[in-house]
């Protein structure tokens, strides 16, 4: 009875401390600031941590991960690294910036495909869903999400198992985690450091916006769009890195309508290509297709309108009294902390 007892008390500590663990790592990768930390240790932590997620997922992940969520885990927190290493610009020299951004740009287009695959199905599917009656029945659509079905099957798996490109892109970001302990910030690292960066990040995306609200055709509109798209989720990993939460919630808000509209303009150019293959490559119909593409072109009218609408509120202001207003927001959520 003793000796059970042990074993249990023994057991339950165990377990306490792996939770311990797990809380303490958690914290260390979270891409926003700690309590009582200052902005500029802070930066480099989350640099440590997303490039810890990073390469975890490219190395195996967690032990249910599928390919699909390494693929996207991994995109994620190199997203998150080139956003930092922009807002960080200043600080760290043109050289090393330049050499940086290169780096992690080039390690997120390795497993772009992948991604892209996984996309373009989920987009085909959502739509499918919003008009059921329409497209659900439509042999020639359930012909198209088939071979959607079949590119996006194993994409990840092929973008994970190139070793060449795998073992490069793993050495060059464990290369990189190493620079970051290098890397001079300004210590104790407030606000004022970045602001600079934060400024012409933010009217970027505020030009963008006004490119975007003035494009004519299909082709400028899609890459105006797209481009301010980036912007905005830049604006929004920055206002996470502060801990300004209202505004990244915002951004991430309006990123989410950019990335639906792009992602649909995506799959009506594939719906175009694939109708020059013709029927004997199960393209879709030509009643099919046009469905598709009508019901494509009212969604993604909804989607301009409101990212339009949206990005008024985001960007209204201009750049210096943004800079103010979130100066605030960053000191008193340094007090709060």
């Known amino acids: 009875m003793t000796v059970a007892l042990g074993v249990?008390?023994?057991?339950?500590?165990?377990?306490r401390e792996r939770r311990a663990l797990r809380r303490q790592e958690r914290e260390r990768r979270r891409f926003a600031p700690l309590k009582q930390e200052?902005?500029?240790?802070?930066?480099?932590?989350?640099a440590l941590g997303q490039l810890d997620v990073a390469i975890e997922a490219l190395e195996g992940g967690a032990a249910k991960a599928s390919p699909e969520e390494r693929v996207h885990e991994a995109r994620k927190a190199l997203k998150r690294l080139r956003a930092l290493v922009r807002?960080?610009?200043?600080?760290?020299?043109e050289q090393t910036y330049e050499r940086e951004s290169a780096l992690l740009r080039d390690a997120g287009r390795q497993l772009a495909r992948a991604r892209d695959a996984e996309v373009l199905l989920s987009t085909l599917e959502d739509l499918i869903a919003r008009h059921p009656k329409k497209l659900a029945g439509r042999r020639g659509v359930l012909r198209l999400r088939a071979r959607l079905q079949q590119e996006r099957d194993g994409a990840a798996e092929l973008a994970l198992a190139d070793s060449a490109t795998h073992a490069g892109t793993l050495s060059e970001l464990r290369a990189l985690r190493v620079r970051v302990g290098d890397w001079r910030l300004a210590e104790?690292?407030?606000?004022e450091a970045i602001e600079p960066a934060l400024e012409r990040l933010y009217g970027k995306g505020r030009k963008r916006m006004r490119r975007a609200a003035r494009a004519k055709g299909e082709s400028r509109r899609m890459r105006t769009l797209h481009e301010w798209r980036?912007?905005?989720k830049d604006l929004r990993y920055a206002a996470e890195m502060l801990g300004v939460q209202k505004l990244a919630?915002?951004?991430d808000e309006l990123g989410e309508v950019l990335g639906e509209e792009h992602d649909l303009a995506v799959l009506a150019q594939r719906v175009r290509r694939e109708a020059k293959a013709g029927r004997a490559s199960g393209a879709p119909g030509r009643r099919a297709r046009k469905l598709l593409l009508k019901s494509i072109a009212a969604r993604r009218r909804k989607l301009r309108k409101r990212a339009?609408?949206?990005?008024?509120?985001?960007?209204?202001r201009k750049p210096a009294r943004f800079i103010r207003r979130v100066r605030k927001r960053a000191a008193l959520r340094s007090l709060d902390g």
């Open 87 to 93: 807002l960080l610009r200043d600080e760290l020299g």
């Open 308 to 316: 339009l609408r949206d990005g008024e509120r985001l960007y209204g």
């Open 188 to 191: 104790p690292g407030g606000i």
């Open 38 to 46: 200052p902005l500029g240790g802070g930066w480099r932590r989350m």
């Open 249 to 251: 919630k915002r951004a």
């Open 8 to 15: 249990g008390v023994r057991l339950a500590r165990t377990e």
């Open 230 to 232: 980036k912007r905005v």
